[in-house]
């Protein structure tokens, strides 16, 4: 009934650029999606908030990828949007899993789920 799925990732060289895509398609008679959000972890390291955007595109960035990451998103219609994250001029210590998170609300039982996709690998080299 719910289903997020990312594509997009890879490597790349340091400065270089990447863009991340992730599809959430829910069943519209029992969910809304609201908002959308990319997460990273690096190796040894915490999942860390990258970006979110809420379902009428209002953006927000973590302070140290901002200039650099521009978040956006398709409601394309009530069963399905896509989220995107375009990265340029991208670091080595960026290198980490990419996770796409979605809240999705259920409105009869007045509830908002985590969704989370399986990651994609992000590598940047020298």
């Known amino acids: 009934q719910v289903q997020v799925t990312e594509s997009g990732g890879g490597e790349v060289q340091n400065g270089g650029s990447l863009r991340l895509s992730c599809l959430a398609s829910?069943?519209?008679?029992?969910?809304?999606?609201?908002?959308m959000a990319w997460y990273r972890q690096a190796p040894g390291k915490q999942r860390e908030l990258v970006a979110s955007?809420?379902?009428?595109?209002?953006?927000?960035?973590?302070a140290s990828v901002k200039g650099r990451f521009i978040i956006s998103r398709d409601n394309l219609d009530n069963e399905k949007n896509t989220m995107y994250l375009q990265m340029n001029s991208l670091k080595r210590d960026e290198t980490a899993v990419y996770y796409c998170?979605?809240?999705?609300?259920?409105?009869?039982?007045?509830?908002?789920?985590?969704?989370w996709g399986q990651g994609t690998q992000v590598t940047v080299s020298s």
């Open positions: 998170n979605v809240k999705i609300y259920k409105p009869d039982l007045n509830y908002e789920y985590d969704y």
């Open positions: 829910v069943v519209p008679t029992l969910f809304v999606i609201n908002r």
């Open positions: 955007i809420t379902n009428d595109g209002r953006p927000t960035y973590t």
